[in-house]
């Protein structure tokens, strides 16, 4: 799916300026049960046509819980309680609804709001640019539906993320005002859909 969320953690602590990206990943996969912050996020489209901007804010807390709530231009909601994942749009007043099962683990959310990352990703250090570190993910699975993800790093945290999928288009996605570790009410996490939606999937 394009809405490609993911992840996005600050760390708690200081590792050294010249700390490589994959030392950094893991660092904060391992200091980090939750986060909150805002996004924008820019879909590139193999075809050249103007790119798709959007932004939002997110919370997420690990293993496999998320809300990601697209604000401008369109309003989308994206939840997830860790087995479920809905999708609402309140212009239609549609919500999809589908399992996460064992996809979640591959996808590019999991790599910032999964586990065991080695058992699903070839993780490696990227070419660092820009002031960032980057470590670059490939799914081990060949029935993913991206075909490497690229994610920078700068004082300690993840400051975008590149996913690159199997058509050719190119979805980048930026964080800003990280909190690390936030008490996050276990409600941002549960979906109902509204009164009258239209509810489609499992």
């Known amino acids: 799916m394009n809405n ?3 992840g996005f953690v600050v760390m708690a602590f200081c590792l050294p300026a010249q700390a490589a990206g994959l030392d950094q990943l893991k660092s904060f996969l391992e200091t980090n049960r939750s986060a909150s912050g805002v996004f924008t996020q820019t879909v590139i489209s193999k075809s050249g046509r103007k790119p798709q901007q959007s932004a939002g804010i997110f919370a997420l ?3 496999g819980k998320f809300r990601w709530s697209y604000e401008k231009p369109y309003k989308q909601l994206l939840v997830s309680d860790g ?5 609402y749009d309140p212009d239609l007043n549609q919500v999809a609804v589908k399992k996460l099962g064992t996809a979640f683990g591959a996808s590019p959310a999991a790599l910032l709001a999964g586990q065991d990352l080695d058992k699903h990703f070839v993780l490696k250090e990227g070419t660092a640019a820009d002031g960032l570190e980057f470590v670059e993910a490939a799914p081990r699975g060949g029935d993913a539906s991206f075909e490497r993800v690229k994610i920078g790093f ?4 993840p400051v975008s993320m590149e996913i690159h ?7 980048v996605l930026r964080f800003t005002q990280f909190e690390a570790n936030p008490a996050l009410p276990a409600s941002l996490f549960r979906f109902v859909a509204p009164a009258g939606a239209d509810v489609v999937g499992d």
Do not use: E, Y
């Open 83 to 87: 087995n479920k994942l809905w999708s």
């Open 165 to 171: 999928d199997s058509f050719g288009q190119v979805t």
């Open 154 to 157: 700068a004082a300690n945290r």
């Open 4 to 6: 490609c969320i993911a």
């Open 61 to 63: 807390q690990r293993p």
